[in-house]
């Protein structure tokens, strides 16, 4: 069975504080790992697709780095606008996406 | 450039009620999904479809009910609602050429 587990549940940080977010996952025969960004009342927005283990992707304050077992977003010099919660996504060889909870960021001016 | 479209956005109804929610897309992807999501469960799959008049049971289908007569519809029928269907709702759609979904803005349902 496809499995996310993301972590921390929540994470608080200062402007400009960088840190990462993790996505662990099982999955047999990984098709993607999709990040998503999710604002209060909002359906996810599409962030990234990581294929295969040393990929990397970028967008503005954003990085998505994908190893085996896991997946990194890792946010540099973070602004309030980047509050929000982000969800990590696998698709395998036989389901569709399987979602991990979340995590809620919450970025302080 | 509508996208993808869902209504209504908020539903209050009674339990034992029949109540269907309406997911539209305008990108003509041959997939789409339903899912719901609830605080501490994350988003889970309800069903889902490869293209017209096929469609696939997800993590969560007990109590609802598909049906996909066109392409760019894909409504969702909660046959007699209980307060346990109380949820927000999430149509997704992606093309048959790449795995990444994009979403609707969410339908919020209470069930009384």
Known sequence: ??????????????????????????????????????????????????????????????????????????ITAPKPEDSATYLCAVHGGNTPLVFGKGTRLSVIA | DAGITQSPRYKITETGRQVTLMCHQTWSHSYMFWYRQDLGHGLRLIYYSAAADITDKGEVPDGYVVSRSKTENFPLTLESATRSQTSVYFCASRPGTAYEQYFGPGTRLTVT
Do not use: I, M
Request: hydrophobic share 25%.
């Open chain 1, 1 to 74: 069975e496809d499995q996310v587990t993301q972590s921390p549940e929540a994470l608080r940080l200062q402007e400009g504080e960088s840190s990462s977010l993790n996505c662990s996952y099982t999955v047999s025969g990984l098709r993607g790992l999709f990040w998503y960004r999710q604002d209060p009342g909002k359906g996810p927005e599409f962030l990234f697709t990581l294929y295969s283990a040393g990929e990397e992707k970028e967008k503005e304050r954003l990085k998505a780095t994908l190893t085996k077992k896991e997946s990194f977003l890792h």
